[in-house]
């Protein structure tokens, strides 16, 4: 089945899933904070089933929706357009580029249950947020395959989550479900799963890692 995924901001992240998506037989809508005509260069290079718009386009294309920008961007997401999506969010809390924000520096909340409260209408999944995306871009792999790898996921929502199963299965990697937005903790940044299962930075191709790697590091992440 061929999904639209919308996509807000086409940084690393966003556009290697864009690419890893059009592999796969879907289309992509991506945007950024600059404006369509900065993004002529990528959608040439994904090809015909990759187009550019303004974030609230794209929003309003996607079956799925990746939002994939700085935490202290998220007020500025298009909150009526997301009503009702299905929206992968891949963001990572950085202080040193997103300034303080004190709920989660308290870890009262977690970035994921922080971005539902500007979107709070959108059925919301954490996502591709823990893999570098040289990594993503390398280790995806068909169903099937030996070393196919592992991603782990988190939702309060249980059709959100299979339709992002769906997707993540179709783009080459296999599912942990690592439970709600409230558990979403055990898989940001700096925990075991975020990053160094699948290698070093400096190791582009990185490691295949399976479903029990994933779970084992999210069942020792501390808080």
Same mark, same amino acid.
């Given at each position: 089945? !061929?999904? #639209? ?13 864009? %690419?890893? &998506?059009? +592999? ?12 369509? $005509?900065? =993004? +002529?260069?990528? @959608? ?9 718009? !303004?974030?609230? $386009?794209? &929003? ?5 929706? @990746?939002?994939? @920008? ?11 357009? =997301? ?26 909340? !977690? ?31 068909? +169903?099937?395959?030996?070393? %196919? ?25 296999? @599912? ?5 937005? &409230? ?5 940001? !940044? ?24 994933? %779970? ?5 992440? #501390?808080?």
């Amino acid at each position: 089945m !061929t999904t #639209t995924v919308g996509i807000i901001g086409s940084g690393n992240i966003g556009s290697t899933v864009a %690419r890893l &998506a059009i +592999a796969a037989g879907h289309k992509a809508v991506l945007s950024n904070s600059r404006g369509p $005509e900065t =993004l +002529a260069d990528a @959608v040439a290079e994904l090809g015909p089933r990759a187009s550019a718009a !303004t974030s609230g $386009e794209a &929003a309003a294309a996607g079956d799925i929706v @990746v939002v994939t @920008v700085p935490v202290k961007a998220f007020p500025h997401l298009p909150a009526a357009a =997301l009503a009702g999506k299905t929206v992968i969010d891949t963001c990572n809390y950085g202080p040193e580029r997103d300034g303080h924000i004190p709920e989660l520096d308290s870890k009262s909340l !977690t970035s994921s249950e922080l971005l539902l409260r500007y979107i709070p209408d959108a059925v919301l999944v954490k996502a591709f947020h823990n893999i570098f995306f040289k990594h993503l871009l390398s280790l995806a792999r068909p +169903a099937g395959a030996a070393d %196919r790898s592992y991603l782990p996921i988190a939702g309060d929502s249980a059709p959100g989550k299979a339709a992002v199963t769906a997707f993540i299965e179709s783009i080459g990697y296999g @599912v942990v479900d690592a439970g709600s937005l &409230a558990d979403s903790w055990r898989q940001e !940044t700096g925990t075991p799963v975020w990053g160094t299962p699948y290698g070093p930075f400096s190791d582009e191709k990185g490691q295949p890692v399976g479903e029990d790697a994933i %779970r084992a590091a999210l069942a020792t992440a #501390t808080r």
